[in-house]
């Protein structure tokens, strides 16, 4: 049993409050075995404790998360009516939950305990200065009994969830996202942008490795989505808004006209009457179809359409009625119209899938121009029996079985002339185009061009060995140009076999390019309405790319599917599952809280002049100068902070991370030897955890430097630094997430540009530039933090305490003269 | 429209036909040509990767000439154009190289100062003032089938020469010679590996058979699609094909040989120039028979 | 990086291409694939130079013949995937190589001539020849400041003249 070696009491005479309302903090300094105590001399950091005003008691315990160390705590509550604990031990993105919580079964509330990080960054990042070590400790518990001081208690608002979802996307992630929580009793939207649900599955001949029937298996469950008494399914359907936040959104779907109604038996007797023509976009172009027509034979809805574009009736006048004519249950209606929709839901899954890359602006391999060269997609429909050749290999130009065939890997992928990324499912897919060709047409000779084979799944490496069991010829080395015999219409590939170092010449009767996939064409849009990331190739960014790979950073919108990134059916289906149980964990629940650290706006000090809401990345800021105020929609602050900054008027306010309170911790941090002080504001997600590591690997560097954690660097306000050199802080340091990987939407562009323009006030007034530095450290970049501060610690080195003076003087001066002038 | 005109080397001293052809052809739609004392350019194909500085030094000096006199640089010749465009833009771009290079030139008097653009009689003939012109100019029609060869130093790599023109794969499939052929009633053909370099710098540098090998490949894949006559905006690919026909005709018997014209030289002939004032009658690879068929003399 | 290439007077080609980019290079072969010396010199291609820059160093390869067959026609950078300066490094290889005396018979009898007449060009009876086609004589090249220009940028490090 863990033993607290002291427990020092302090008399409360009159004269030691300090504070109006009556301040009774609890501070308990953890020894952490010898993780602190080592380093740290615990009991001297205690007593320096007590003598701070507010506190009337300080204790340092050998392992306070233990559950005596908690129950202590417990009862020191109870028992000396403390409001405020402080606790100084590990990092509090560790142990700050599990505080918080022993504080609330106590009866205080939970956002009236404040950490102090005397382990993580502080004794295991000075191991071999105990001096230093603490003395920096005390300075650090001192900032947390000055900033508790501060604290006002805060209540999480909790938001209820509707148990109903959106799901954007018919392909197979979209159906099985829609089906699980269909299943599961919510109600669901399935919103197509086409005539009907199947996506890219639906157009695929046989899946790898197993090498099913890609419609056979996916039928059964569009007809189910198609059944569902849950599933509202809208075809032919777009997202025209989002508005609202996790719980509650509010959308306008736009529901196009279709002009069938749902009588339709799809007889098709309206096809045959009908005179205008179409590429047919399932078969990859490779057919005609009618303007009134059937996206395929599994279609669902299984219901005709009219594509307006193409219908003589597009001016709103019926020129030609011959389909109507030719209807028996007279199902064709010219007057529908376009409807917009209002749905509400609580969760939203993106399934908007991909696009196939278009070779035509690789010009040296004649896609286009040769009518023998072709993709993949158009291939999977040639050998498809519900396609345009009924399921014959055939080559374009003159419809003969190929004997010759060569399949290119990397089109539009791996390239920074198109694609950067390797599209996933190029090398199974052609593997499996090899297979069904040699299965079905055996004397065909098969070549494949490649860079790398990659058949990392599950019975890849299977599939690749039968293929080359079976006789295709891998040659690797990408063809530089292809050549079209102009009579024959073979073609001739010119390249190097590069494991044989030499040059190869191999006329084809067919060449089928592997192509890429990339993000679909629309994606922009909904990125735009649901507010989400994409990464710099267009996929929807997650939430953490290990840990929360389906969600998204927008509480409540989660990815299924390619949108996210290239993947097959098996990964699609298993996200899409994983989406469904996310959006399940909130309905189900019915309710989410929202951490209370929200930004909160004085609607008397404000102006209305909206600048809080132009950077808020969440658009969780609303209203306008008729107003006459602006407020905060609560449940869709993330708490980033980056508003606070912009008000001149110190109307807006973060609940939990206040201007007082951080001011609070700077002023206890500058109060004694201020010069010798590197101040370092470190967000959250990145740079605190980043410090973090530095101290999780030892590494070692100088003490000189205090902490203050914010959620963003965006948070940050220039008047805090501003205060800090006038308080005669030697530097300060801000640092936050790279560029790339802000948690919150790129909020830290706006770090950068304060930091920029306070840099530029520093030129003006001749002050050292170098006192101020900003940078980019992630949660992994544990040396690059020690680093940082190393350097920042030699520029100290050059710094006289009558410099700094001089600096604060010339900053103090240039303020009074600005507030003179306004 | 005025241009310094930069010959290069090889029209002026061994093909001053095509230099008549285009003096008579600018005449005729308004493109006014200055003459000045320049040197070889000099070329992308062998200065260049002996001696960089040197090379960059003297297309410097050769840009110069044209700042000096106030006009853009119009050249007759891919190698040119190549060699003097990127010097325009690599000088542009570093002060480190300006300064050295102007410091090899300053005792001459010259100082690079980035003022002027260099362009390429094909492009010059493109612009829409001189097609409209050519058009109402035009005497004749001349109904062939060629294959336009243009080179490879006339548009690559594209980030220099043509940056404007990037595609979306970042490449530049030019057309500008097929459109202009077009409007005098050339059929322009294609053929395969249309874009292939013409052979001439490893003839240059290494073994006239080498170069002339690959000219031997360009020819097969142009006789195979029926074309009657080629079009060249390069002396050096002029005489990869001229010349080249007949070096590969000693071997063996290749089929009949293919005429091949300077683009001005077709452009001279449509606005009613003869073939004598073309300078069609120095050609190794006689048009005779073909422009006979046509009624051209 | 066309910024850096300029200046080769240090014939060091790493101070001019970054390894890295070079590393990028996964040996597609499209390079190889689309040169025109492939007609001539099966053993010679840009993806091998590319690997053997990155392998054994361009000490050896400075001293291949071979490099010379490459015809500058910048095909192969067009097709790379990578976008590696591979037409840029070759021009930097022979850079290197003629310093080393590595350079074809033919192509230094043609430098010789360029730096003494400042034309790449025998003039033989030109004149006449020119006034056969209406053309004026071709007015003369100030020999000695392009002489003078050439030793100054230092290009009898490579070719006496």
């Known amino acids: 049993m863990e033993e607290i070696v002291q427990l020092k009491e302090k008399n409360q005479g009159p004269g030691s409050r300090l504070e109006k309302n009556d301040l009774r903090i609890g501070v308990y300094v953890c020894h952490c075995g010898k993780n602190i105590a080592g380093t740290v001399r615990c009991e001297e950091v205690a007593q320096y404790a007590l003598n701070l005003p507010g506190v009337v008691l300080a204790a340092d315990s050998l392992y306070t998360c233990s559950e005596p160390g908690q129950e202590q705590i417990k009862a020191d509550i109870r028992e000396h009516k403390l409001n405020r604990v402080v606790v100084a031990s590990c990092t509090p993105r560790l142990h700050e939950p599990t505080f918080r919580a022993a504080c609330q079964s106590a009866g205080l509330n939970p956002y009236l305990l404040e950490m102090a990080n005397i382990r993580e960054q502080c004794s295991w990042v000075h191991l071999h200065d105990k001096e230093g070590a603490t003395s920096k400790a005390k300075d650090l518990v001192g900032m947390a009994v000055s900033r508790a001081a501060k604290l006002s208690p805060q209540f999480e608002l909790t938001v209820p969830v509707l148990r109903s979802v959106l799901v954007i996307g018919g392909g197979v992630a979209g159906i099985q996202a829609a089906l699980d929580m269909a299943d599961a009793g919510y109600k669901v939207y399935l919103v197509e942008r086409t005539g009907s649900i199947g996506g890219r599955m639906a157009q695929i001949d046989k899946t790898f490795p197993t090498m099913d029937c890609s419609i056979c298996i996916l039928a059964p469950k569009m007809s189910d989505v198609g059944r569902h008494p849950n599933i509202e399914l809208l075809t032919l359907s777009e997202i025209k808004e989002v508005q609202g936040h996790i719980g509650n959104f509010k959308v306008k779907v736009l529901k196009k006209a279709r002009y069938v109604k749902k009588e339709c038996t799809a007889c098709g007797d309206c096809i045959q009457a009908c005179p205008q023509l179409a590429p047919d976009e399932f078969n990859a172009g490779l057919s005609i179809r009618r303007a009134i027509y059937m996206p395929f034979a599994q279609a669902v809805p299984s219901r005709f359409l009219i594509d307006m574009d193409r219908c003589l009736n597009n001016q709103g006048i019926v020129a030609c009625d011959r389909c109507f004519q030719a209807c028996n249950p007279k199902c064709i209606d010219f007057a529908d119209e376009d409807n917009l929709l209002d749905i509400e839901v609580g969760t939203i899954v993106v399934a908007t899938g991909v696009d196939v890359y278009d070779p035509t602006a690789l010009t040296e391999l004649g896609y286009g121009k040769f009518p023998n060269v072709i993709t993949t997609l158009e291939f999977e429909r040639l050998i498809n029996a519900g396609g345009p050749s009924g399921g014959e290999l055939i080559r374009p130009s003159d419809r003969k079985r190929p004997s010759k065939v060569a399949f290119l890997q990397c089109i539009g992928s791996r390239s920074k002339r198109s694609n950067p990324y390797c599209s996933n499912v190029c090398c199974m897919n052609t593997i499996k185009d090899a297979l069904l060709i040699r299965e079905h047409w055996p004397e065909t000779e098969i070549y494949v061009f490649y860079i790398d084979i990659r058949a990392f799944g599950k019975g890849f490496e299977d599939l690749f060995q039968r293929a080359r069991r079976e006789g295709v010829t891998f040659i690797r080395g990408i063809p530089g140009e292809i050549i079209e015999d102009i009579d024959t219409g073979d073609l001739t590939l010119l390249g190097e076999n590069t494991l044989l170092g030499s040059h190869y010449r191999y006329t084809m009767d067919m060449v089928i390019l592997s192509v890429g996939i990339k993000p679909h064409k629309d994606a922009p849009t909904l990125q735009r309405l649901l507010n989400l990331s994409t990464d710099t190739d267009g996929f929807y960014m997650e939430a953490h790319p290990k840990l929360r790979p389906v969600d998204t950073t927008t509480g409540g919108v989660f990815l299924a599917g390619a949108a996210e990134g290239p993947k097959d059916i098996k990964d699609s289906v298993t996200q899409a599952s994983a989406a469904a149980s996310r959006a399940n964990i909130l309905m189900s629940k019915g309710e989410v809280s929202v951490p209370a650290i929200t930004a909160r706006i004085d609607l008397e000090k404000c102006t209305a002049c909206g600048f809080c809401a132009k950077v808020c990345p969440y658009h969780a800021i609303e209203g306008d100068k008729d107003l006459g105020y602006f407020r905060v929609i609560e449940a869709a602050c993330k708490g980033c902070g980056a508003c606070v900054p912009e008000c001149r008027f110190g109307a807006i306010d973060q609940a939990h991370f206040t201007d007082e309170q951080i001011v609070s911790q700077l002023d206890k941090a500058l109060s004694e030897d201020p010069h010798k002080k590197i101040i370092a504001f470190a967000c959250n997600w990145c740079s605190y955890a980043g410090a973090d590591f530095a101290g999780v690997s030892r590494i070692q560097y100088p003490h000189n430097v205090r902490i203050i954690r914010t959620m963003c660097s965006a948070r940050v306000s220039p008047q805090w630094i501003e205060r800090a050199f006038l308080k005669g802080a030697g530097a300060v340091l801000v640092s936050g997430c790279h560029p790339s990987d802000c948690h919150y939407n790129n909020a830290n562009q706006h770090t950068a540009r304060r930091v920029e323009k306070f840099w530029k006030r520093m030129e003006k007034l001749e002050i050292n530039k170098d006192r101020l530095r900003l940078s980019w450290v992630s949660a992994s970049e544990g040396a690059q933090f020690a680093r940082v501060i190393k350097e920042m610690e030699e520029g100290l080195k050059k710094l006289t305490p009558v410099k700094i003076q001089e600096a604060a003087d010339k900053l103090k001066k240039a303020i009074c003269k600005k507030r003179e002038a306004s | 429209m005025k241009y310094a005109l930069y010959l290069g080397c090889a029209i002026p001293i061994k093909y001053p036909g095509f230099e008549a052809a285009t003096r008579q052809v600018c005449e005729r739609l308004g493109i006014e040509l200055v003459d000045m004392a320049f040197s070889c350019c000099p070329p992308p194909t062998s200065m260049k990767l002996v001696h960089y500085d040197s090379w960059l030094a003297l297309a410097a000096r050769n840009i110069c000439l044209a700042e000096e006199a106030g006009h853009d640089l119009l050249t007759l010749c891919s190698g040119c154009v190549n060699t003097l465009k990127e010097a325009n833009q690599v000088l542009k771009q570093s002060e480190s190289k300006r300064r050295k290079v102007n410091k090899a030139l300053e005792e001459h008097n010259h100082s690079f100062q980035g003022t002027v653009e260099v362009t390429h009689i094909l492009d010059v003939l493109y612009q829409d003032v001189v097609v409209e012109r050519l058009i109402k100019e035009k005497v004749r029609d001349i109904p062939i089938r060629v294959g336009c060869h243009y080179g490879c130093h006339y548009f690559r790599p594209p980030k220099v020469m043509y940056p404007e023109e990037l595609s979306d794969s970042e490449s530049y499939v030019p057309v500008k010679m097929d459109h202009l052929l077009s409007i005098i009633g050339v059929e322009p053909t294609e053929f395969s590996r249309k874009f292939l370099c013409c052979g001439s710098p490893l003839g240059a540098n290494v073994d006239q058979d080498a170069g002339y090998a690959i000219t031997r490949q360009k020819l097969s894949y142009i006789q195979e699609r029926n074309i009657q006559a080629l079009s060249v905006i390069c002396p050096s690919c002029f005489e990869q094909f001229d010349l080249g026909q007949i070096v590969l005709s000693r071997k063996t018997k290749d089929g009949e040989k293919i005429p091949t014209f300077f683009l001005t030289q077709l452009v001279g002939l449509a606005l009613g120039l003869s073939v004598r004032e073309v300078g069609l009658d120095v050609h190794r690879v006689k048009a005779k028979k073909l422009l006979d068929s046509i009624n051209i003399i | ?161």
Not at chain 3, 27 to 36: D, E, I, L, M, V
Not at chain 3, 125 to 143: K, N
Request: charged content about 25%; hydrophobic content about 40%.
């Open chain 3, 1 to 161: 990086m066309q910024e850096e290439r300029g200046i080769m007077t240090v014939f060091k080609i790493w101070k001019h291409f970054k390894r890295e980019e070079l590393y990028e290079c996964y040996q597609c072969a499209r390079c190889t694939g689309s040169c025109p010396a492939m007609e001539v010199a099966p053993a010679f291609g840009p993806r091998e130079t590319i690997l053997k820059c990155l392998g054994l160093g361009y000490d050896q390869l400075v001293e291949d013949e071979k490099l010379w067959l490459c015809c500058t026609c910048n095909v192969c950078e067009d097709r790379c995937p990578q976008k590696i300066p591979i037409s840029d490094l070759l021009v930097a290889l022979r850079n290197s190589a003629a310093l080393r005396g590595n350079i074809p018979g033919r192509l230094s009898i043609a430098i010789e001539l360029l730096a003494k007449t400042g034309r790449s060009m025998i003039v033989h009876q030109l004149d006449e020849m020119r006034s056969h086609h209406g053309l004026a004589p071709l007015p003369p090249v100030p020999v000695d400041e392009i002489r003078q220009i050439l030793k100054k940028t230092g290009l009898d490090a490579v070719i006496e003249f």
